[in-house]
């Protein structure tokens, strides 16, 4: 991946995989997510697509009726990627917010995230 445009696209397949439910989240992970991609956060880690997507189907439980949304322009150099999100309700303001480390496989689709949270709600 060489261009903004190229890091913007994967950060939104991300975004879009945090938000996919039922089938359609399993196939949205496949589509970010190297088989055996990573993801830690101060709150949670999986490994594997079907982790990804329990770890996913378990924050939206947690957080019923917000959706994350892709924060700004995401960037990146060679294989390393870089973006903000927030999460809340659809036009109003966010409860949460995040900035996200990458490592990229060979093929575009994440292999390792960092997550790190920089608005965490009270209850958690």
Do not use: C
């Not at 190229?6 to 359609?24: F, K, L, T, V």
């Not at 196939?27 to 697509?49: E, K, W």
């Not at 700004?72 to 949460?96: K, M, S, Y």
């Amino acid at each position: 991946m060489n261009t903004a445009r190229d890091y913007q696209a994967i950060a939104q397949q991300y975004i879009a995989a945090w938000n996919a439910s039922g089938a359609e989240r399993a196939h949205a992970i496949a589509q970010a997510f190297a088989p055996d991609a990573r993801y830690t956060d101060p709150l949670m880690q999986a490994q594997g697509h079907a982790a990804l997507d329990q770890m996913i189907g378990a924050a939206q439980q947690q957080f019923g009726g917000l959706r994350f949304h892709l924060d700004g322009q995401a960037d990146g150099h060679g294989e390393r990627l870089r973006f903000r999100w927030t999460l809340g309700p659809d036009a109003a303001t966010a409860v949460a917010k995040g900035t996200d480390f990458a490592m990229l496989a060979g093929d575009g689709r994440l292999a390792e995230v960092s997550g790190f949270l920089d608005l965490v709600p009270q209850a958690l």
